[in-house]
T-cell receptor, first 118, second 114 residues
Framework: GAVVSQHPSRVICKSGTSVKIECRSL??????MFWYRQFPKQSLMLMAT?????????EQGVEKDKFLINHASLTLSTLTVTSAHPEDSSFYIC??????????????FGPGTRLTVL | LAKTTQPISMDSYEGQEVNITCSHN???????ITWYQQFPSQGPRFIIQ???TKVTNEVASLFIPADRKSSTLSLPRVSLSDTAVYYC???????????????FGSGTRLSIRP
């Protein structure tokens, strides 16, 4: 089946630094990818939709200047948390839809990235 | 987007059959129902997807009544390794807009005991 990878799997950084998280579709192309954030014991919260060749679409309440998304190719989307603060500590997960490329299609999720900001 | 409602938590024992029901009263004609499983500190994993009646695969069955306003995920003979959070989502695989999105509900935290 389709595989989505994320790198790094976990990262610890100091407050004020920027962190880049990569999401790759390993054996299929994804013109659209989705980024989620998940706090402990809570559900996944959609942050933004990453679109290859165009700007990302952010959900209400998500700061686009803080969470920079770049969909560089048909297999790679990156999320950069700029000037990270402790409240940004969370589990970040990306997904890519199946054959239709639509959000309603089966989603293939990455393994997630645990971000801890000191 | 159809909102889904699931029980917050369920408990069961090894070897039992577990049924988790999801309510999606506003499901649209073209929406499919998809269930995902998530273990702690991992991304969700696809379990099963269906449109109507019954779908079965090697890990689960999905029962969807005729009105499609609910669905039931059935896990046969659960084991300790089935302890996880289960999410029910609805969406149109061929949605008209590529900007359409899927919203996760609270999910059901399933705990399996020896």
């Amino acid at each position: 089946g389709a595989v989505v990878s994320q790198h790094p799997s976990r990262v610890i950084c100091k407050s004020g630094t920027s962190v880049k998280i990569e999401c790759r579709s390993l054996d299929f192309q994804a013109t659209t990818m989705f980024w989620y954030r998940q706090f402990p014991k809570q559900s996944l919260m959609l942050m933004a939709t990453s679109n290859e060749g165009s700007k990302a679409t952010y959900e209400q309440g998500v700061e686009k200047d803080k969470f920079l998304i770049n969909h560089a190719s048909l297999t790679l989307s990156t999320l950069t948390v700029t000037s990270a603060h402790p409240e940004d500590s969370s589990f970040y997960i990306c997904s890519a839809p199946g054959t239709s490329g639509r959000a309603g299609d089966t989603q293939y999720f990455g393994p997630g990235t645990r971000l801890t900001v000191l | 987007l159809a909102k889904t409602t699931q029980p917050i938590s369920m408990d069961s024992y090894e070897g039992q059959e577990v049924n988790i029901t999801c309510s999606h009263n506003n499901i649209a004609t073209n929406d499919y129902i998809t269930w995902y499983q998530q273990f702690p500190s991992q991304g969700p994993r696809f379990i099963i997807q269906g449109y109507k009646t019954k779908v079965t695969n090697e890990v689960a069955s999905l029962f969807i009544p005729a009105d499609r306003k609910s669905s039931t995920l059935s896990l046969p003979r659960v084991s300790l390794s089935d302890t996880a959070v289960y999410y029910c989502l609805v969406g149109d695989p061929e949605g008209y807009s590529s900007a359409s999105k899927i919203i996760f509900g609270s999910g059901t935290r399933l705990s399996i005991r020896p």
